[in-house]
């Protein structure tokens, strides 16, 4: 790739596990190192703080590692910060060479566009076509080791990817300018189908038993033929709340999803009533509808991952500005099923109500 130094991007909990060491072992040349945040801000990086001397990027670790080895190869070419790219679109060529290694299975950014980073308390998205790794290294033998609340949180991101993006709004009906996402179409939907089946079949195996190898290999295919499905037919309403209560919370993305993916699903249910239906009878989990929902809450709850916006310390009083910050998620919403109401007040009464 014609790499001479590249910068590695990891964090301290990839390169204590000595996962950086085994995902690193065929390479003995001169690197620097970055530990990435847990949640990557506009704040946090600039083109001036990056080490000189590295031509390439090699990412080492979960999300926030991969999507801020985005945003480092997009600073090294183009300078400046991650605010002056936020959006779709904003990149003007072609970014530093970037391999990812990811060592989770779940937020599958190897193979998507998009690098998400806090912008004054919101979650927003620089996405771009130039942002996509240009090789992806998905080894299923980096997660063996993964504990238990990083194995769940993950992969039920990896759960929703499939699910919102087999459901998303149909790419016929999708405004032209929404280009990231196209909506979900004929190349997606099996490559969601697929991934749904996988994840779906191996999360509860591999949260439960670490050393399950062979669920361990499942997710991580899993997660990344989701990753490549979402970044081409785009997400939903789960991930615009997930995105608007990670802003304003600081919690997982993994832990948000699953506090939102109730009020999610049950707003988008009276425009997917016959896909719920298809989706529970492909995992063999009921014909109907409500069946598919049913089935996302037992999964939650038996990952012991968060049921509601209260478990991460939000009440009723906040349903408002919760709405307000998925309304912007314009990335989100171009391709989810059922658009709100203008005011947001169709979505604020589920949300409200999801809260109890
Ligand atoms: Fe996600």
Known sequence: ??????????????????????????????????????????DDLTADALPNGVDGVVAVGGGSVLDTAKLAALLLTHGGTPADYLGAGAVPGPVAPLVAVPTTSGTGSQSTQTAVVHHEGVKRGVSDEHLRPARAVVDPTLTFGLPRRVTARSGFDAFVHALESLTARDHRWVPERAITYQGANPVTRPLSRRALSLVGGALERAT?????????????????????????????????????????????????LAACVAPGLRYNLPVRRDAYAAVAAGLGVGTAAEDLVTEVLRLRDALALPSSVADLGLDRSDAAAVVENTLVQERRLATTPRFPDEDGADLRAAVAASVG
């Open 208 to 256: 439960m038993d670490g050393g399950d190898r062979a669920a361990r290999r499942e997710l991580s295919l899993g997660a990344h033929l989701a990753g490549l499905a979402f970044s081409n037919a785009g997400l939903g309403v789960v991930h615009a709340l997930a995105s608007a209560v990670g802003g304003m919370t600081d919690a997982a993305h993994g832990d948000c």
């Open 1 to 42: 790739m014609g790499v001479d130094r590249p910068l590695v991007v990891t964090d301290a909990g990839v390169a204590g596990a000595g996962v950086l060491d085994a995902a690193l072992a065929a390479y003995d040349g001169p690197t620097e190192r970055l530990d990435a945040p847990t949640e990557p801000s506009t």
